[in-house]
């Protein structure tokens, strides 16, 4: 009978602890997805990465920039490869593959040194993929010198290790549309402004001349020639125009 009271005890014991790391676990991964959904990529400080990344409690994947993006770290392509895990993450974020299996963070040595220090880091940017329970090994250290870190480029880096597919959306470059619509506006007002002195573009001969050279142009095969690149000599006895 005793011995019952304390298997029972024991085995209580277990199923509690089970119970109470799974509901550790849920709450860390509620907490990762609600980061997730305000910002694609996760700040983490020393405490955050030993709680939800150092930790063995953790049944998914992290993905991880560690960089150095004050000024007076001299980093000088930290920004630039920090642009481009954003669209990484944020690509993956409004994708169908986001799930609670994969997270992206990012670690600023001046907001994590001691994590810098228990990976052995001594440069920055670095990626590294934290497979869920278990450590980095060494294939999970992106090699930027060899594969450089565009966002392309990372998210077929992913897939080979995380097994997501990321399809990447670059946000529209409205500097260029804008540059270009500025321009337009200051030819169209230079022609406002000085439209007397272009009435030489109102002249029916002018226009006439223009349409007759475009004309020409297309039916004298130049434009066939530029769209099939055909060799200026025949290379074989087939070849030639019979």
């Known amino acids: 009978m005793k011995h019952s009271v304390c298997l029972f005890f024991i085995c209580s014991w277990i199923i509690l ?51 150095a993006l004050a000024p007076q770290r001299q980093c000088s392509i930290c920004k630039q490869a920090r642009d481009e895990f954003e669209i990484v ?3 993956y974020r409004y994708s169908s ?7 992206f963070g990012m670690v600023d040595f001046d907001e994590g040194s001691d994590v810098f220090q ?9 990626f590294i993929h934290f497979p869920p329970k278990m450590k980095p090994k060494k294939s999970d250290f992106m090699d930027i010198s060899r594969t450089g870190f565009s966002a392309e480029q990372m998210a077929k880096w992913i897939h080979d290790h995380a097994d997501v597919e990321i399809q990447i959306f670059r946000p529209p470059n409205y500097t260029k549309f804008a540059l ?25 001969i002018l226009w006439g001349l223009f349409v007759i050279g475009i004309v020409c142009y297309f039916i004298s095969g130049q434009t066939w020639n ?3 690149s055909p060799p200026l000599m025949p290379q074989h006895k087939h070849d030639m125009v019979k």
């Not at 228990?118 to 670095?126: D, E, F």
Request: glycine share 2%; net charge positive; hydrophobic share 45%.
């Open 89 to 91: 993450a944020q690509s």
């Open 97 to 103: 593959a986001f799930s609670n299996s994969l997270f």
């Open 17 to 67: 602890n089970v119970l109470g790391q799974q509901d550790v676990l849920s709450e860390k991964i509620r907490q990762l997805t609600t980061w997730s959904l305000k910002k694609p990529v996760i700040r983490l400080n020393t405490e955050r990465f030993n709680d939800y990344v150092k930790t063995s409690q953790r049944d998914y994947a992290m993905m991880i920039m560690f960089t």
């Open 118 to 126: 228990y990976l052995k880091l001594n440069t920055a940017p670095v």
């Open 180 to 204: 270009i619509a500025l321009i337009i506006t200051m030819i169209l007002g230079l022609l406002y402004v000085k439209r007397d002195s272009f009435k030489f573009l109102c002249s029916n």
């Open 226 to 228: 530029l769209i099939n």
